[in-house]
């Protein structure tokens, strides 16, 4: 079993429309959890990086919160654009073993005009 | 600063063929971690690196792939006899310490015919 899980696994929405995506981790202790971006083709793209102190960290108009105690995470997309299509990856690296990302299997957005 | 850079970009290689993927890090890094991503799914890591010395290998197969790093160049992933298995985008990551940065390659997609 994964140790990162997200949901949806895909959303549609539409230009200017805000979601959420969420990542549920058994990973413990944890070091740090990763948002990233991936567009089709591409490298993944960090896109905030939270401590297990942290509650929520602001990119732009992503906004990614972290609860340490029920192991969740969410990404928040504000007012999304076309360029926000792309695959959202939630990771998050143990404290054990601080350079092994565990990576979820991601949330693809499809955003539309 | 040109960034993780990995060629070739794609790859095609015939059932027993072997295949050769290459990886810069940015400059600086010497640090160095492969990661495969199959169809699908989520990315896996596959091996970390320090120049000249395998640090984990754990994500690997045992046979027919190998990994390094040389003092100068860049580092190799190498799979010989390759199968239809095989075929995944293969990314790199660098960091200029232990814990992986956020900065990963554009991705090698091998195809396995």
């Known amino acids: 079993k994964n140790q990162v899980e997200q949901s949806p696994q895909s959303l549609i929405i539409l230009e200017g429309k805000n979601c959420t995506l969420q990542c549920n981790y058994t990973v413990s202790p944890f070091s740090n959890l990763r948002w990233y971006k991936q567009d089709t083709g591409r490298g993944p793209v960090s896109l905030t990086i939270m401590t297990f102190s942290e509650n929520t960290k602001s990119n732009g108009r992503y906004t990614a919160t972290l609860d340490a105690d029920t192991k969740q995470s969410s990404l928040h997309i504000t007012a999304s654009q076309l360029s926000d299509s792309a695959s959202y990856i939630c990771?998050?690296?143990?404290?054990?073993?601080?350079?092994?990302?565990?990576f979820g299997a991601g949330t693809t957005v499809t955003v539309r005009a | 600063n040109a960034g993780v850079m990995q060629n070739p970009r794609h790859l095609v290689r015939r059932r027993g063929q072997e295949a050769r993927l290459r990886c810069s890090p940015m400059?600086?890094?010497?640090?160095v971690y492969w990661y495969r991503q199959l169809p699908e799914e989520g990315l896996k890591f596959m091996v970390y690196?320090?120049?000249?010395?395998?640090?984990?290998e754990s994500g690997m197969p045992k046979e027919r792939f190998s990994a390094e790093f040389p003092k100068e160049g860049p580092s190799i992933l190498r799979i010989q006899q390759v199968v239809r298995g095989d075929s995944a985008a293969y990314f790199c990551?660098?960091?200029?310490?232990?814990?992986?940065?956020?900065?990963f390659g554009q991705g090698t997609r091998l195809t396995v015919v």
């Open positions: 990551a660098s960091s200029p310490q232990r814990q992986p940065e956020a900065f």
């Open positions: 990771v998050v690296i143990a404290l054990s073993n601080d350079y092994k990302l565990s």
């Open positions: 690196l320090q120049k000249e010395n395998i640090i984990d």
């Open positions: 400059k600086g890094h010497s640090h």
